[in-house]
């Protein structure tokens, strides 16, 4: 069986720093979603060199993140980003837009592309597209099921990375709605989105980050790691974006744990995995889109088996 | 080139009255194909139906292929495409990357416009679009007016919205709707619809039109509701016709029929004021528009509040 990789997302030096970096193979460098994120690597190209440097000496991949959704003021800015990522010779560059991958195309060829979840690939020929400009890698629009996932990739025979665990964006704007409440707070950019927001109503949870609203339940997919494995997908990623760099290294320890067991799927320890899972989740799991149901929903294997079950 | 007036279809009779009223192009969704729920889109013979009502009163039907029903439809797209092409309809608007460049190696002839869902929202994004053959890009409708020309600077024929929503976050790039609610469900011709989903066919439960308590570390900081607008421009239209902005639409295939038709003669009068290069005292087109914004906001908060009750959503707060 191919090597799996399971990477996480870490926004800064610091925090990678501070991660316990051993269970992963890989990073996603910067804080897509802000460029004025407090030492955003996307934007402190010093930051994005020490933290390259770091990874390298750490002997694991460096991927970097490009923003969410820029304007065209930005572009120069990215532009001068994938120079330094061409000259480090970094792993891969998470593509958020279509302009972004024509530049990263056009000028660093030699740079493998990931096309990114904001690039919105819904459909087969949107991955053809995407393919003939040099993306290696798919990460499918997060509303996609694993039926359709598994239609883009057989067809295209695109490496897939699939989204496992942490919360998801709902959506981007262009404004920070947290400099709204500066005055309430007491707090102010850079130091705001450092703080924990949430947005509650009734039995709904959401966290807001200013740029982007990201789900309150964690995606969660430990339990089906086993079929996700059986469909033969080897790269998987963790959002830990907003995680406390502890949690963020203990969670990547139960994933690679999960997938070293992954390939037995009878004898597969689903119980003890998720209690220790749970200990890093204060609003709950979901499955996102994976089957085809509202994103907050969250069906676990008992449940996936007796809808099988019940569907032959 | 001189701006034109693209009013919405959302039936038979919306497109009678929208040429009637003066615009030059009306949109309309192919069942199964577009942003909205199945009542707001129409079946093949009611396109060519309006096809005919074009033809007699000199306007141009514009098609809009705006969802992504599911990741493996292509064959279904073109096939559609190709009997509207023979109907003599050429114009699309489509939101998938992937379709777009599908169909114009398909039909060269088709001029293609990338949907405001396309979520382009920079130059470079607006050059991908024209490599692929797109003519024309529908702007986001978070734009400034620095943005409006580095797009326009690419050549692309721009379309702009005129009247419609601001969204909270970027129309294309938000699935907090469906996060909350989504079923996968089937129109009358059995085309899939995510409902929830507006990305996927389906509506928009509006989730950041509610209420939400806003709160730091579980300490209340606010009562919100997000920033979703609904907008009408006038103060922006001279600028957008000296510019050389090619098409103004006006959005809202599910408004009354009445309501429509003084929104598209409201903006007739308005952009033709603006080519004739008159002098324009706004606070004049304000008040003739306050009866028709007081209405519109009538009909998008009764439809709102019945969108959160037919979510189902209502239940678990």
């Known amino acids: ?312 | 080139m001189t701006t034109v007036l693209m009013a919405p279809g959302g039936s038979i009779d919306m497109v009678r009255c929208c040429f009637e009223a003066g615009a030059e192009f009306v949109y309309i969704g192919p069942r199964g194909w577009s942003r909205r729920r199945s009542e707001y889109e129409m079946g093949d013979d009611e396109i060519k139906e309006c096809a005919e009502i074009a033809r007699q009163l000199g306007g141009q039907i514009r098609l809009v292929f705006n969802s992504n029903p599911e990741a493996g439809h292509s064959d279904a797209i073109l096939r559609k495409v190709g009997t509207y092409m023979n109907w003599g309809i050429n114009q699309f608007t489509v939101n998938d990357f992937g379709y777009m460049r599908q169909i114009k190696e398909a039909f060269p002839e088709a001029f293609l416009c990338a949907s405001v869902g396309a979520h382009i929202i920079n130059a470079e994004d607006a050059r991908f679009l024209q490599d692929i053959g797109v003519e024309q890009v529908v702007s986001d409708c978070k734009w400034d007016w620095d943005e409006l020309q580095a797009l326009k600077d690419t050549g692309i024929s721009m379309e702009v919205l005129i009247h419609a929503s601001t969204c909270y976050t970027f129309i294309g790039s938000c699935w907090w709707s469906s996060y909350m609610e989504m079923d996968k469900t089937f129109d009358i011709e059995n085309n899939v619809k995510f409902l929830g989903s507006p990305n996927r066919g389906g509506l928009c439960w509006r989730p950041c039109l509610e209420p939400w308590n806003f709160d730091l570390g579980g300490r209340p900081i606010a009562r919100t509701r997000m920033d979703n607008k609904a907008f009408f421009f006038i103060e922006e239209i001279p600028r957008l016709v000296d510019m050389g902005i090619d098409m103004l639409k006006i959005q809202g295939r599910e408004y009354s029929l009445d309501l429509m038709g003084e929104i598209v003669s409201f903006y007739r009068d308005l952009l033709d004021a603006c080519l004739n290069k008159e002098e324009i005292d706004f606070a004049w087109w304000r008040e003739r528009l306050a009866d028709i914004e007081r209405r519109r906001d009538l009909q998008r908060a009764r439809a709102t509040a019945k969108l959160y009750l037919e979510s189902g959503l209502h239940a678990t707060v």
Not at chain 1, 24 to 47: K, W
């Open chain 1, 1 to 312: 069986m191919a090597a799996f990789e399971l990477t996480a997302e870490i926004p800064t030096l610091d925090q990678l720093k501070a991660t316990d970096l051993t269970p992963f193979d890989g990073v996603y460098l910067g804080q897509p979603y802000c460029r004025l994120y407090r030492d955003n690597p996307i934007a402190n190209f010093d930051q994005l060199k020490a933290a390259v440097a770091y990874l390298k000496e750490k002997g694991k991949k460096a991927y970097v993140s490009t923003d969410a959704g820029p304007r065209s003021e930005t572009l120069p800015q990215v532009q001068a980003m994938l120079e330094i990522c061409a000259e480090l010779e970094v792993d891969g560059i998470d593509v958020q837009s279509l302009g972004v991958l024509r530049l990263a195309h056009r000028d660093f060829p030699q740079l493998p592309l990931i096309a990114g979840g904001f690039i919105n690939l819904y459909t087969l020929e949107g991955a053809r597209t995407l393919a003939q400009y040099g993306v290696k890698v798919l990460r499918p629009s997060y509303e996609l099921n694993l039926d359709e996932i598994n239609l883009i990739r057989d067809e295209t025979g695109l490496e897939v990375e699939l989204l496992v665990h942490g919360k998801f964006p709902l959506g981007i704007t262009d404004r920070c709605f947290l400099l709204d409440y500066q005055e309430q707070t007491g707090l102010s950019c850079p130091d705001i989105c450092l703080e924990e927001f949430w947005m509650t109503r009734g039995s709904w949870t959401l966290r807001h980050i200013g740029t982007a609203l990201l789900s309150g339940k964690q995606m969660c997919m430990l339990e089906h790691l086993p079929h996700l494995v059986g469909l033969g997908y080897r790269r998987f990623r963790i959002g830990t974006l907003t995680t406390p760099a502890p949690h963020r290294g203990e969670m990547g320890r139960i994933y690679r744990e999960a997938l070293a067991q992954a390939a037995d799927a009878q004898h597969y320890p689903r119980e003890t995995l998720m209690k220790e899972l749970e200990k890093y989740s204060r609003h709950g799991f979901c499955n996102g889109y994976y089957f085809g149901q509202s994103g907050h929903l969250y069906i676990s294997h008992a449940e996936k088996a007796a809808q099988s079950a019940t569907t032959i």
